[in-house]
């Protein structure tokens, strides 16, 4: 029998560090490529809690923290699919150098996973790509088959080429032209044999000022003369313009990669058939399996707050992990070890879940909605 007060918590799930990891640089991208799978602390019972000296305690409360905070990504039906669409496109893009690559545009809202499940397969796409071609290329060259650039409200031409020389730590990324850097870049890609490039939190970039539409000209001219496929990344894409053709040459420019860009997007979880109440169901239970605490039961997380949770997230998966991990962090830290509503009404969640709660409470209190699948009689 393990003695808990002189046991070392084991720190595997720590070995590579990744809380200061950045994804602006090929060294944080590795980092979060080559990590392994965390592993789930152990369920201790609460005499097992109290057996544990001071450190010990303080070692598995920490454990407990990370864990928590780190609980995703899960296999929703939403990252699933979006996956499949992923591995279809990329992979029909295997295509002779000549050809243009056909583009990818995730556009959804807030809060639904896009970057968090674009960045789960990049990372699959980039372990395939080295398994299969190996760490470094024919010519000596490291591969690194993804690179990511994220975008800010002021990001120009220059700005962009410089942010995927920053991402490969080239030499040359503090002086040049737009030119200059664009020309390395290239160099960057054709070195490393990149074949996907990540352009996340595309809706920063002001589409109608003179450095959307420079951006959006050099999207056409990366999908022209890069030998990558484009991921966009971004929320309302649509609706600035992205896919349609215009009524002027302007809005045309703003358009150019909208024929060559697929669009795909995230949905909310929905409670009103029984296919949703079932997706809903199994996301519940996927976390609870995951959750850490002395007082967890079967059915804590799936059965009684089933309602509760659907409301507070309004079916939003970004919402729903931010409260179960806010609240995770509260049981440990306040000795509760469970969560349950009085605990999880003490949490705060982001504005935008909070502001829909109230409608939502009022239809699973009026017995107008449920998200519980309903019961086979026998």
């Known amino acids: 029998m393990t003695n808990h007060r002189d046991a070392k918590v084991p720190d595997s799930d720590l070995r590579i560090r990744l809380d200061n990891l950045t994804l602006s640089r090929k060294e ?31 070692e598995y409360d920490k454990r407990r ?56 397969f990049a990372k699959k796409f980039h372990l395939r790509e080295v398994r299969d071609h190996g760490e470094y290329t024919d010519a000596g060259h490291e591969r690194w088959p993804v690179c990511r650039v994220g975008l800010t409200s002021n990001t120009g031409m220059r700005d962009f080429n410089r942010g995927m020389l920053e991402f490969y730590g080239h030499p040359g990324r503090f002086r040049g032209t737009a030119a200059d850097f664009g020309h390395r870049a290239l160099d960057c890609v054709l070195s490393c044999e990149a074949k996907l490039l990540i352009v996340d939190d595309l809706h920063f970039l002001r589409w109608k000022n003179k450095n959307g539409i420079e951006v959006s ?21 649509e609706n600035r ?43 519940l239970l996927a976390i609870e399996q995951r959750v850490v605490l002395a007082d967890k039961y079967s059915g804590m997380i799936a059965d009684d707050l089933s309602d509760y949770l659907f409301a507070r997230s309004t079916g939003h998966i970004g919402s729903l992990m931010t409260l179960i991990n806010r609240g995770c962090q509260r049981a440990v ?44 009689t026998a």
């Open 333 to 376: 830290r306040t000795g509760v070890e469970r969560l349950g509503i009085d605990l999880l009404d003490r949490v705060k969640n982001d504005a935008a879940s909070e502001a829909g709660r109230k409608e939502m409470e009022s239809a699973f209190a009026a017995g107008r909605l449920t998200s519980r699948p309903q019961q086979k």
């Open 28 to 58: 944080g991208w590795k980092r979060r490529v080559d990590a392994p799978p965390r592993l789930q602390p152990e369920i201790l019972t609460r005499r097992q809690l109290k057996a544990l000296g001071e450190a010990a305690l303080a």
């Open 241 to 283: 313009g992205l896919f349609d053709e215009g009524d002027s040459y302007e809005d045309a420019i703003l358009a150019q990669t909208g024929r060559r860009t697929t669009r795909l997007d995230m949905d909310v979880f929905t409670v009103d058939s029984a296919e949703g109440r079932r997706n809903w169901r199994n996301t």
């Open 217 to 237: 000209n050099h999207f056409k001219h990366i999908a022209n003369e890069f030998p990558v496929t484009l991921l966009l990344i971004g929320v309302g894409l």
């Open 65 to 120: 923290r990370v864990w928590h905070a780190n609980l995703g990504p899960l296999k929703t039906p939403q990252l699933a699919a979006l996956h499949e669409d992923l591995w279809d496109i990329l992979d029909s893009n295997e295509q002779d150098g000549d050809k243009v690559k056909g583009g990818i545009a995730i556009d959804a809202f807030p809060g639904l996973g896009k970057t968090t499940a674009a960045l789960a």
